[in-house]
């Protein structure tokens, strides 16, 4: 029997009547558990016996969170969200579904948090889709060799410690030595290549987070850019989700052919927070109180980059991990686990930092096990006796200092070398292209800054860079084709900066 209960003339008994022999709903079975304990960032909770590892509950304060362990009568589960609005007693339900993120075109120039929902105030994201954060890396078959560079635009990097397209590099050093102006840097210089970069800002200040972000856009790489922001006044729980969801992103571009540049800042706050949540939820302690998958959870992540194939999408995730020390201290835990995990590191001492050089990388001890292979044979041709020059300069100036009397040749060493050292100089925000690195290393190597003190060899790199833009542009297009440099480009190069020093005698000469 059907009737439109609409209609102005039904009365109340044909209604009865038709909710009567209407069929009854089907039942719907959901389970609810009850919460027995609340802590800082994590919840205990009892009576959902199905649920499932990584699975996110909904609590009826409205906080989310995340099911870290299953015990027979009891789930330990990590709040994303404050763990204030919770109390005890109330109910939780399940939503079936693992932690996801949003991915997409949407979310590039925006800023987001862990879970991709947006940060900024540029209203809702039109995201294409929603991803899992937990995914798992691509097997060996999926991947090919490392074979394109990543220009970084820093001389110190590009030209002694390269990094490949889908290499995992870690960047490493004590707090306040230039980590993150590195890999901002390296952002910056994507400008002119169709890379995409994500930000990840893992327990970081937000005044920290908005200088970056101020940096991106002044740099006009905002639109190729997606930020992601966990910071410390944040839940725990957030920042151990968000390297794993900017990861998702990276692989939803990839998967589309194109290349992506992850930057990881740091996963020293990333094991921190993840501590955190492992001794709350009571879970045993292991070498400095770290839970004992510490070593998996970093492996986990950091095994997603990668150089794919083009059954795989043909893209690339490269991945700058940043990890901090403290006293220089290269062999404590969390460090030595993202040694061994990564293709290489940047280290960056505060021993060079004292001494006013930035970046401060220290070539004796960065290293990149496979970014040599992806390095141009001009870099190679130009710098490829840069770290043998700086380890003996550094001997010496070592041995120098006991007042030792030194023959003419040992005295030319010292001066080279510290004018080599003077040309690794560079200024922050200032990436540089391909054709002006080499041109100021091919100078350096032969003698050009010799001599000169601090100023007066930055004005000379100056004057150099800019006649290298003007002058050297057909020899940029060629390295851009073949990556050679051969001699009369190397002539020329050297040229233009005997013009650069002798333009700076002239000046400094006085009036006859």
Not at 37 to 44: F, L, M, P
Not at 417 to 446: F, I, K, S
Not at 450 to 465: H, K, M
Request: some cysteine.
């Amino acid at each position: 029997m059907t009737l439109d209960i609409n209609a102005p003339s039904v009365e109340p008994e044909e209604l009865i009547q038709v909710l009567l022999q209407s069929p009854p709903p089907a039942p719907r079975l959901s389970e609810v558990g009850v919460v027995a304990q609340v802590g800082d960032g994590i919840a205990i909770v009892s009576g959902l016996e199905r649920a499932l590892s990584d699975e996110v509950l909904e609590f009826e304060s409205g906080v989310r969170g995340i099911v870290l362990d299953l015990e027979p009568d009891r789930l330990g589960v990590v709040l994303l969200g404050a763990s204030e609005r919770v109390a005890v007693g109330e109910r939780v339900m399940r939503s079936h579904r693992v932690v996801s993120t949003q991915v997409g075109e949407a979310l590039l120039g925006r800023v987001v948090d862990a879970l991709g929902n947006p940060s900024d105030a540029k209203g809702q994201l039109k995201a294409s889709a929603l991803h899992a954060v937990e995914a798992e890396a691509p097997s060996i078959l999926a991947r090919r060799a490392i074979s394109r560079p990543l220009a970084t635009g820093i001389k110190a990097i590009d030209a002694a410690v390269p990094i490949g397209l889908g290499q995992r590099q870690l960047v490493i050093g004590d707090r306040q030595t230039g980590k993150t102006s590195i890999c901002v840097d390296a952002i910056l210089n994507q400008k002119s290549t169709e890379v995409i970069c994500i930000y990840c800002a893992i327990g970081q200040r937000g005044d920290a987070v908005a200088k970056v972000i101020a940096a991106i856009r002044e740099g006009g790489m905002m639109e190729r850019t997606i930020v992601m922001a966990a910071g410390d006044e944040e839940a725990a729980g957030l920042a151990y989700v968000a390297p794993y969801a900017a990861m998702t992103m990276a692989e939803n571009f990839a998967g589309q052919g194109r290349d992506v540049l992850v930057v990881l800042d740091d996963l020293t706050h990333h094991a921190r927070s993840y501590r955190e949540l492992s001794l709350l939820l009571r879970r045993p302690p292991g070498r400095e109180a770290f839970p004992g998958d510490i070593f998996y959870i970093h492996a986990r992540l950091l095994e997603r980059a990668g150089q794919f194939t083009e059954t795989a999408g043909g893209g690339s995730i490269t991945a700058l991990a940043i990890v901090e020390t403290q006293a220089e201290n290269l062999s404590a835990y969390i460090p030595t686990n993202l040694i061994s995990i990564t293709d290489g590191q940047v280290y960056l001492s505060p021993r060079l930092v004292r001494k006013n050089q930035f970046p401060a990388v220290d070539l004796g001890k960065s290293v990149s096990r496979v970014g040599g292979k992806a390095q141009s044979p001009a870099f190679r041709s130009v710098a490829g006796n840069l770290r043998v020059t700086l380890s003996q300069f550094e001997e010496l100036e070592d041995f120098a200092r006991f007042g030792t009397r030194l023959d003419d040749a040992t005295r030319a060493r010292l001066t080279r070398g510290a004018a080599v050292r003077g040309a690794l100089r560079q200024a922050e925000r200032d990436p540089m292209p391909t054709v002006e690195q080499l041109a100021v290393l091919t100078a350096a190597n032969e003698g050009v800054f010799d001599g000169l003190n601090e100023a007066d060899a930055d004005a000379v790199i100056s004057r150099l860079r800019n006649a290298a833009r003007r002058d050297l542009a057909d020899i940029a297009d060629s390295i851009a084709k073949d990556g050679t440099l051969d001699d009369e480009a190397r002539a020329r190069m050297l040229a233009l900066g005997q013009r650069a020093r002798d333009a700076d005698r002239s000046v400094d000469a006085p009036d006859a």
